[in-house]
């Protein structure tokens, strides 16, 4: 068993993914698009919009689609655990800029850096640098 997180966008999955892929260091496993699965209920101009794509980063698989109605995330946040401070401020800059930060990045009692955010393509990251184990 494997537990995976899907995500909807408003017709901005691709440029997430090739973002995320870009930045992230993830590997795009897959694009369909709403072309290759006809659905009457979606505007003609929609066919080049995502139906499902699949990145792998790091350990974890985030799979996502373009949805007319999706709502940013909201309670839910993809948890990014990076290797170095200096990772974190980098991963911190490149989400933030067009986003909206919910808790800035600074050190808290579990963490070197903790942050809280949603990118510009409406994904909820919380970021995360923890200290060595003693």
């Not at 090739?18 to 209920?41: A, C, K, M, S």
């Not at 991963?91 to 800035?104: H, I, K, P, S, W």
């Amino acid at each position: 068993m494997r537990l995976d997180v899907y995500v909807n966008y408003r017709g901005t999955c691709e440029q997430a993914f090739r973002f995320y892929e870009q930045h992230l260091g993830g590997r795009i496993g897959g694009i369909v698009r709403h072309r290759d699965q006809p659905n009457p209920n979606l505007p003609a101009e929609w066919g080049d919009k995502v139906l499902h794509a699949r990145i792998a980063i790091g350990g974890a698989v985030l799979m996502g689609a373009d949805i007319p109605q999706a709502e940013p995330m909201r309670s839910a946040y993809l948890t990014l655990t990076v290797d170095s401070e200096a990772e974190a401020e980098r991963v911190y800059a490149l989400l933030t800029d067009g986003g909206e930060v919910f808790m800035r990045m600074e050190k808290t009692p579990f963490a070197n850096r903790f942050a809280m955010l949603r990118d510009r393509f409406g994904t909820s990251w919380m970021l995360l640098h923890q200290p060595a184990a003693a």
